[in-house]
């Protein structure tokens, strides 16, 4: 007999794979990036956290600033947005990954420790299951990283 892997059960695989839990944090808006680059023309902090290798090779959204999220090393990240935002937790600030993972868990991470406006950019910089990605909505790019 064959099995289906349903919708749940690839999110619940996926948080026990990533850490991140298939429960959305109420806190968190996760909107593609076509709905995330209007909120960045208007002021909002774009934060890419992928590795610089990653961004290196494929580039990065044009206005983003770039902090490098490592989930075992929750205290530098957490200084280096606080210091790209100037210190000010009520700003809008939007994470980019890859594919909209490990933003949705830095986003979470913000949300935990005070920020108040957090974004996660749900279908990543190359995209994800919930859209094309940044770079596919031929939103602006620059060489990264």
Do not use: H
Request: charged share 20%; proline share 8%; glycine share 12%.
């Amino acid at each position: 007999m064959r099995s289906r892997v349903t919708a749940a059960g690839f999110a619940a695989a996926t948080a026990l794979l990533t850490g991140c839990s298939s429960t959305p944090d109420p806190r968190i808006i996760e909107q593609p990036a076509a709905d995330i680059y209007p909120l960045v023309e208007r002021g909002a902090l774009l934060v890419d956290v992928r590795p610089v290798a990653e961004r290196t090779r494929e580039g990065v959204p044009e206005s983003a600033l770039t902090a490098v999220y490592v989930s075992g090393e929750p205290d530098v990240f957490l200084r280096q947005v606080i210091a790209l935002a100037d210190g000010a937790k009520d700003r809008p600030v939007a994470l980019i990954c890859g594919g909209g993972i490990m933003s949705r868990e830095a986003a979470s991470l913000l949300a935990r420790n005070g920020f108040t406006r957090v974004y996660s950019v749900s279908d990543g910089y190359g995209g994800g299951v919930s859209g094309p990605g940044w770079r596919r909505w031929g939103l602006p790019v620059r060489s990264g990283p």
